[in-house]
């Protein structure tokens, strides 16, 4: 379904059954390039809500959403089944895997590594810069790489090059300065491993997490 307050730009190309909300842009020119220059590719059943900008250079899997004012910076991989939140914000060349789900007022840089099944709480902050406003800064960014089915938590801040392992848990407000291993639970400022996933408990002593190994 079109929208006519919606701006499509030369180059895009949707799938079936598509959604777009009142005043979204798809297929922005970045800096540099010229309308229609970068393809842009959207799958089937893809609902991009009010407000939303995705540049050009996209290439999206199929039920792929957006909350609202969500902003998708140019050339990413993104594969099916992705859902990210009301004003997040996804900078270019970034490459997330199918069914990810980042949730509202994330911040994913440039570079970042989102692997199938991972789960982004709300401000959530990726980092990729070790030396900001440097002379070189450009020359040693680091994206962050969050393993298959990893979690984070809300407000955790991650260090850029840190990569979070399979199935990791990262709490809320965490501050993570060093790489954390698959299944395990990480907490703090700086963050520390706290148990195993495995250990997690619901209150009537039920396991949190069966079979994720």
């Not at 059943?45 to 009010?50: A, G, H, K, L, V």
């Not at 993570?176 to 491993?193: C, H, L, S, Y």
Request: charged share 20%; net charge neutral; with cysteine.
């Amino acid at each position: 379904m079109k929208n006519n307050s919606a701006k499509i730009y030369p180059g895009v190309s949707f799938g079936n059954n598509f959604i777009l909300g009142d005043f979204s842009i798809i297929g922005e020119p970045p800096r540099g390039r010229k309308p229609g220059e970068l393809k842009t590719i959207l799958g089937d059943d893809c609902t991009i809500r009010s407000h939303s900008v995705i540049y050009a250079g996209n290439i999206i899997g199929h039920r792929f959403q957006t909350g609202h004012y969500v902003f998708l910076r140019e050339e990413n991989e993104i594969g099916d089944d992705v859902s990210i939140g009301t004003m997040s914000m996804i900078e270019h060349h970034v490459k997330i895997g199918n069914s990810v789900r980042i949730h509202s007022q994330a911040f994913i840089p440039e570079f970042s590594v989102l692997e199938d099944d991972c789960w982004i709480g709300p401000n959530v902050v990726l980092t990729n810069a070790p030396y900001p406003r440097a002379e070189r800064t450009k020359e040693f960014l680091a994206g962050v790489i969050i393993r298959k089915g990893a979690k984070l938590g809300a407000n955790c801040t991650i260090l850029p090059g840190i990569e979070i392992g399979e199935m990791a848990l990262v709490g809320a407000g965490a501050v993570v300065t060093k790489n954390v291993p698959r299944e395990t639970v990480v907490a703090g400022n700086p963050a520390q491993i706290i148990k195993s996933i495995h250990e997690l408990k619901f209150p009537d002593g039920g396991i949190v997490y069966p079979g994720e190994v």
